[in-house]
């Protein structure tokens, strides 16, 4: 599918968007291009790279055989970008996102507002939905700070 439009709706080729980050032959520059190359790699069955692009301190919470039957069974039907809000603090960022899907022939629609972190200058996105540290406890990030005035201060 290299010469398709990519999956994440950019309008670009999957070879000039979102292919090179999935092959690790570059990385998503901002939280949005993180953000669209892991709902391309939802598409594409591509859990590899929704776990690396996950915090390194959440990746074993992540089941793999969930994630690859969720992607696998549903019917992806496009991604709509809302809103980017590309730096918050030095090294946060949030992503609102739409995305809609066919699931036992009803079109449903999930809206996120999606955090990530920066670490070692790279993107990552930060999982709410696996188990959290308390808001004291160190941050999964790595950055030394507590967990409430790192990424937990984003989590609502
Ligand atoms: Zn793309
Ligand atoms: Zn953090």
Redesign the pocket.
């Not at 941050?139 to 950055?143: E, L, Q, R, T």
């Given at each position: 599918m290299s010469a398709e439009n990519c999956p994440c709706g950019s309008g670009k080729k999957y070879d000039d968007c979102c292919r090179p980050l999935h092959q690790s032959e570059r990385l998503p520059e901002t939280a949005e291009a993180l953000m669209r190359s892991r709902y391309s790699a939802y598409v594409l069955q591509k859990i590899d790279y929704i776990v690396e692009t996950t915090?390194p301190a959440q990746q074993h919470l992540l089941n793999r055989a969930d994630l690859a039957a969720w992607s696998r069974e549903t019917r992806w039907l496009g991604l709509e970008v809302l809103r980017h809000i590309p730096k918050i603090g030095k090294?946060?960022a949030q992503v609102e996102f739409c995305a809609r899907f066919a699931e036992g022939g009803e079109v449903c629609e999930h809206h996120e507002l999606s955090a990530f972190?920066q670490?070692d200058g790279r993107w990552y996105f930060?999982d709410p939905t696996v188990p959290l540290p308390t808001m004291k406890q160190p941050?999964?990030?790595?950055?030394g700070?507590k967990?409430k005035a790192?990424?937990?201060g984003l989590l609502g």
């Open positions: 915090v090294h946060h972190v670490a930060i941050c999964i990030c790595g950055s700070k967990f790192c990424c937990g």
